[in-house]
Structure formats: structure tokens, C-alpha cells
């Protein structure tokens, strides 16, 4: 043990945070952080592996005893922002930055990684998992997907968040839906465009599209049990040509639960409604749904681990009543296993996630690491 404490001993987590901002890339195509990630894991004396479900990494720490298994989550991917800041660790990558704080929960991970190294865990085997593509919403699955991973037998399962908006260090934590399922939907209305004089002679796609559109604006009505949104997002109706009436029509829009049922009960309906308009106006109906997310549901047998542990560290804990109306794909980790997804404050006036001046907030890698060792420490020993 005393060798790989000396090799971890040059890692300073904020650093290292740094440098990953530094050198920020897109979901999908994180290859050079996914070499990073597990070059450091190897630096503390563990043994990653590499290529899990694209650019994924895993690394088990095992104790000398039986005992339960638990995972543990952070993401890598970045994001196609530009960059508005004048910090030396500013992105070198045009058009792309770690606008979200993945940055920051890796070098968290890295930090639990670093003491486990030293400490591992007395019963079970503790699984820290590096996930890229999590903007995209395919990272999660990707990597559950994988044979290394369908081997495995977990227990229980844990990721946090970065929140802006609330004050740094507060853990904020919800049994239940924690975040929200959603899903953008794109549809194409194709008719057929006409000289304006005579409009008859065309299809134009307006009237269905008005229909589409009230449709949409209503939906959430239908489902009063549960939370439910949707968003337009853009609408277009042909060209700006005043002697053209219009040949075909867009609309863009986003919906939302906190149920995942009731998420897949919004999109059959907007599937029924779509063959409808098809069948009725003679018009093309093309849709396609994009960036899906399923609800991050919490078991509150995990969420009473997090609240436990974060008050006997002297953290304040923030119950949510409302679910977070964002989206993580941690989500698909718990679909198949238990386990819960929280949130630690990034300071009340922290430039909110994906703004072009936000930078992931130092002070919390330590209380995130703190706070997974001591759950680790609960249920390991
Ligand atoms: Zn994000
Ligand atoms: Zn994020």
C-alpha cells in the first residue's frame, strides 16, 4: 500500500480539474480525457479498464471480504459552447467547454479513486465509473450495455450533480424522481407549395400545423397526476415568398415528466395525433424523437444513505419537493439498479450550467469525495 500511496501522492484533484477544462471534448469523442482519466488510475496503483461502451472506463477496488457492490458515477463529455472567460485553465478548444462541471465530477471520482487506493474497502467491491456522452443522453447506455458491465452484479448505485443556484456544499437530495424524463420531437409536414393567387391548387400545410401546435400546448392537460410539459421549441410554415402559399412546415418541441409512464404515454398520444393529422389532411407527417432521457427515480432506501451521511459530515441537506425539470442519463443506472442521484450547491450566484461563463466551483471536489467515502464507508466499513 505504501507504493501506491507515494504514486498518488503528486495528485492534486483542482489541478487536474484544471486541466481537463482546459482541454474540454465533445460527447462521443472524449478520447484523450477517457486516456487521462485511467493514465491517473494507474498512477495510484489501480487497474482500469478502457473502451467500455465507446470511451467509458471502469475501475474496481476490492476488499478482502464478501460483501455488496457499489458503483459509483461521474461523466467527462463537454460541451459546443464557446468559452467566455479570461482564467489561465480557459478552453483551448475552440467552440467547445466544460460548461455542465463534468470536469469537476471526474476529478471528484479521481479524488474518492486516490483514497481508495490507499483505503480500499474492507467487505465488497466498490466500481468507479467514468462516463463519457452524457449530454447526448447515450453515454449511460452505451456503457450498461457493454459485457463488462452485464457481468456484473450491483447493489447499489450513486452519481451527484453540480448545482448552481444553491448555496456551495448544500446537498440537495429527493426520494422518488429526482430528475426529469424528456425527449425533443421534430415533425415535418410535407404538402405542396402553389402560386399564392391560387392556393387551391397546392397543399399547404397551415391549417394541420395550427392544429399540431394547439394539440401540443394542451397535451400536459390530459395528464393531471403527474407533472408534465411541453415546450415549443421553433415552428416554421414555408418560405418568406409572398407569391408562394406553403408547401411544408416544422415544429420543434420538448417534453417533460417527472413519470416515466406518463412520458411514454405523451409520446403514443403524439404518435396517434400525427397519424391522424396524416390520414386527414393528405399532408406527409414525419416526426422523429431526439436526445430522449428517461426520470432519474431515487430508492429512498440510497437517498437516506446520502442524507445520513451528509449530516454526519456537518453538511446541510436540501430536500427538494419538486423534481428537478432537467435531465440526466444517470437515469438508466437506475432503471437497473438502486441507488440515487443528488445534488451538491455550486453558491447561490454561480453562473448557471451550460452558460458560456461558468466554471465548475473547486471547493466542492472535496466535499464530494468526502461524501462518497463516507458512504462507501457505510457500507463497506
Ligand atoms: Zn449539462
Ligand atoms: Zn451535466
Known sequence: METERQLGNDFKAESFRKQLHK???LSGHEINTALTIAQQLRHFGLNPQEGIGGHGVICTVSGEQ???TTLLRADFDALPIQEKATHSHVSVNHGIMHACGHDGHTASLLAVAEKLAVTPPKRGKVILLFQ???ETGVGASAMLNSAELKQLKIDNVFAYHNLPGQPLHEVVIKNNTFACASTGVSIELEGKTSHAAYPENGLNPAKAMIEILQFLEGLPSQYTENFALVTIVSAQLGEEAFGVSAGRARILATLRSDCNSTFHAMQSTIRLKL????KGSGLGVEYSWHEPFNAAVNSSVHVDIVRTQAKQLGLKVNELREPMRWSEDFSEFLIHYPG?????GSGESHPELHNPDYDFP???IETASTLFMSIVKQLHG
Open 340 to 344: 440515487a442521484l443528488f445534488c451538491i
Open 275 to 278: 397519424e391522424e393529422v396524416g
Open 66 to 68: 464478501d460483501g455488496e
Open 23 to 25: 482541454h474540454p471534448e
Open 362 to 364: 473547486d471547493e466542492i
Open 132 to 134: 463519457p456522452a452524457e
